[in-house]
């Protein structure tokens, strides 16, 4: 796959749109090289069960960006990264705030420096570590996570990460009532938003959980 892809490019720049965000060239440009990368390594370390590059446009870039209106806050923990989702994507189109990409996997965090220096990302840090044993040198305004945890979990491991005050930000599929349920007493959900990518059928949602830090 070349970065020039017209087919890709044209997939991206009107998805992005529908999206309500800037598909700039050098925007475009990135993502591109991204999903090349992506691709290249797919075939030896199985980043990613979705094969097909049109496939990852929808259901990892433009999936990722959606959130992307919801990043209210400088310094955003992406935690179990894997492949850079929604970290990279995010990063590109926020080159204001600084992401860092936390997973625990060494092959995926070796894709993720890869990552960092072809597309020039200076906003981002790559750390492999487990979040539990995780300490950021400053503070944490929102954590991220896609297909990670359960609720209840990514709340006992995010309060931990956050030293005074900081917010979750969980991307789900259909709405997760169950897992809600599961929740402590004192923590309530502050807003859910029923998100629409374009090129995806199913159900997304966006949770946003206040917390309170543990240090």
């Not at 199985?46 to 094969?51: Q, T």
């Not at 400088?74 to 600084?98: M, R, Y």
């Not at 990409?101 to 200076?122: E, I």
């Amino acid at each position: 796959m070349a970065v020039t892809n017209p087919e890709l490019r044209q997939l991206l720049k009107e998805g992005i749109g529908q999206l309500g965000l800037e598909p700039t060239a050098d925007r475009l440009d990135s993502l591109l090289l991204y999903l090349e990368l992506l691709e290249k390594w797919n075939r030896s370390f199985n980043l990613s069960g979705v094969k097909d590059p049109q496939q990852m446009v929808s259901l990892h870039i433009l999936d990722s960006l959606a959130i992307s209106p919801h990043l209210d806050g400088h310094t955003i923990l992406d935690v179990g990264s894997g492949a850079g989702l929604p970290g990279i994507p995010l990063a590109i189109f926020n080159p204001d705030k600084v992401f860092i990409l936390l997973d625990s996997n060494g092959k995926k965090t070796r894709f993720l420096f890869q990552v960092k220096l072809a597309l020039k990302l200076d906003n981002l840090t790559i750390e492999n570590n487990r979040i539990e044993h995780y300490d950021c040198p400053g503070q944490i305004d929102i954590v991220i996570s896609r297909a990670f945890a359960t609720l209840r979990r990514l709340v006992e491991l995010c309060r931990a990460v956050t030293r005074e005050s900081g917010v979750l930000l969980a991307m789900k599929g259909v709405y997760p009532q169950d897992e809600i349920d599961e929740l402590p007493e004192d923590v309530k959900i502050a807003e859910s938003v029923q998100l629409r990518v374009p090129g995806v059928e199913g159900s997304r949602h966006l949770l946003k959980v206040t917390l309170q830090g543990t240090k």
